[in-house]
């Protein structure tokens, strides 16, 4: 005859057992649906990563293609925004001499100047002036 402290025992752990899966089921089903939903946004992550390459990738060509420079067009825009060399160069990252030497075509911008300078082609007189403060701004707190 077996020992009633074993049987209670093994009845205990039985039970124990049984009300540990009913309470990890949802648990675990709750696991299932998160991997689910972790695998769908890798799907979406490697989707718009890949988007991003092909949009990265035909970008530099269509640059390329447009991104003529004449010193007279480059008074001229400078003029039109009312900027003057040394303002013009900090919206470009390049000196005020490298300004005046592109007008007098004694020198002739990089292939980035030349995308920089395209990028800086559609800009209005207003955003113009609004970039320069914001560099301004920026170049106070850096000197803090």
């Known amino acids: 005859m077996p020992n009633i402290?074993?049987?209670?025992?093994?009845?205990?752990?039985?039970?124990?057992?049984k009300e540990a899966r009913n309470e990890l089921q949802a648990t675990r089903k709750a696991a299932v649906q998160h991997r689910h939903a972790i695998a769908e946004l890798r799907r979406q992550l490697a989707q718009l990563q890949r988007e991003l390459s092909l949009a990265v990738k035909v970008k530099p060509a269509a640059v390329k293609q447009r991104a003529r420079f004449t010193a007279k067009g480059l008074r001229a825009h400078r003029a039109r925004l009312g900027l003057s060399a040394g303002d013009y160069g900090r919206l470009l990252g390049v000196s005020a001499q490298s300004i005046y030497n592109w007008e007098q075509e004694s020198a002739a911008p990089r292939e980035a100047q030349r995308a920089k300078l395209l990028a800086l082609r559609s800009v209005g007189s207003r955003e113009a002036h609004a970039r320069l403060d914001g560099i301004a701004a920026s170049d106070r707190r850096s000197k803090r």
Do not use: M, N
């Not at 402290?5 to 057992?17: C, D, G, N, P, Q």
């Open 5 to 17: 402290a074993t049987v209670l025992k093994a009845e205990i752990s039985r039970i124990a057992r």
